[in-house]
């Protein structure tokens, strides 16, 4: 029975949906890419905060939004509401998570657009599956790195003379700077091409619960980037 329970919660996370201390109420955490929402798409989470939840929202230290205190009863009336809204739920568990992204394009220090990045690196890698552990991704349009990459799975940053990528950073009880590659990605396809490579990688070599960091340091960053020298 507590193993039941254990993997609902666990397939609860993995859909957006988090069980609160209180039993009976969720935190329903809805996808936001880089960090932007419309206006349409503010009020109609508005509403539905006020509809199921108690009026109130949270931004999260990921750019994510969350609507706390909503009953089970209404999970299902809620992500249908979400969803005429053009809006869903946040995936959790081993996949990749909602992509972090600074507001370069429109920057004065922006050399490239990290939002357009971010959409297309979420259209890109954002449905991928068998992964090894989460995979946070962040975007930064230059080097003053507000966005933080350093401190993702992979993060990428523009620069003067193309987009920089980092592998394998993470914070939380074990922090790791990530390590910068090499190579630059000369343009956006260069760095689907790059992220999809990575993933691959990680699938291939990570073992179970291994952040990527974990596993470039057990098998060898020299792996990864030889199993990306053919995409230049
Ligand atoms: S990282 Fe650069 S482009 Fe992005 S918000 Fe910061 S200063 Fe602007």
Redesign the pocket.
Known sequence: MAADIVMDVKALKASGIIPQKDRELYTIRVQVVGGHLTSAHLAALAAIAEKYGRGRVHLTTRQGMEIPDVHGRDLEALRRDLAAAGLRLAPGGNRVRGIVA???GH?????ID?QVLARKLSESIGSREGLPHKFKVSI????????KPQENDLGVM?TKDGLAVFVGGRVGKHPRWADRLPVLAKDDEMLLRMANAVIDWYIANGATKERLGATIERVGLASLEKSLASLG
């Open positions: 600074c507001p370069g920057c004065r220090c922006g050399l990290p930064t349009g230059c080097p003053n790195s507000c966005a523009g």
